[in-house]
Each structure stands twice: as structure tokens, then as C-alpha cells.
């Protein structure tokens, strides 16, 4: 099941199987929250460290697309990303 929904908190969102996929304005940033393994962990990364998103602008928009295994980003300045579904790595 996929989901997309966007709230008045200035935030987009996408829920996968395992985890969900928030886009955050203050601060900009991704959030990957996994609700059904306890051996893989949760993870936020800010924008500003990922230096292939010019400019450090919040996500406004997320589509992710199941057969490709691909995100569809959109930023507040409206330049648009693909980007591969995030590993989420396992707790040892």
C-alpha cells in the first residue's frame, strides 16, 4: 500500500509497507520511521547534508513509484530529484 498525503504542519509524507517517509520544512529534512522491524532502525537526514540537492530546500512533494523502486522529490524551489528508496539499516 502506498499513501501520499500532505498536512497543514508543511510537511509531505508517503507510507511504504515497512516504514514512513516524511518531508520536513523546519528544518528541511527526510525522515525514515520503520514500524514493523525492530532490527532496522529509524533515521532522520537533514537536506543541508545531502550536497546533490542544490540550494538545501525543504521537499515539498514525494511520489514513490513501486516498479522502478524510485522516489519522485520535489523541492520548495521546484527543481525535481529520483531518488532510490533509502536502505534502512539494521540495529546490531
Known amino acids: 500500500m502506498v ?3 500532505v498536512s497543514r ?6 507510507t511504504l509497507d515497512d516504514h514512513l517517509i516524511i518531508a520536513t520544512e ?14 532496522r532502525a ?3 537526514e537533514l537536506i543541508s547534508k545531502m550536497d546533490w540537492i542544490k540550494d538545501a530546500c525543504a521537499v515539498t512533494n ?8 524510485l522516489f519522485a522529490w520535489v523541492t520548495k ?4 530529484y ?10 546490531k
Open 42 to 44: 529509524s533515521f532522520t
Open 9 to 14: 504542519l508543511k510537511t509531505s509524507a508517503i
Open 62 to 69: 514525494m511520489v514513490f513509484d513501486r516498479p522502478t523502486n
Open 3 to 5: 499513501a501520499h498525503f
Open 26 to 39: 523546519r528544518p528541511p529534512a527526510i525522515q525514515c520511521v520503520v514500524w514493523q522491524d525492530n532490527t
Open 77 to 80: 524551489d521546484g527543481k525535481a
Open 82 to 91: 529520483a531518488v532510490k528508496k533509502p536502505v534502512v539499516l539494521y540495529i
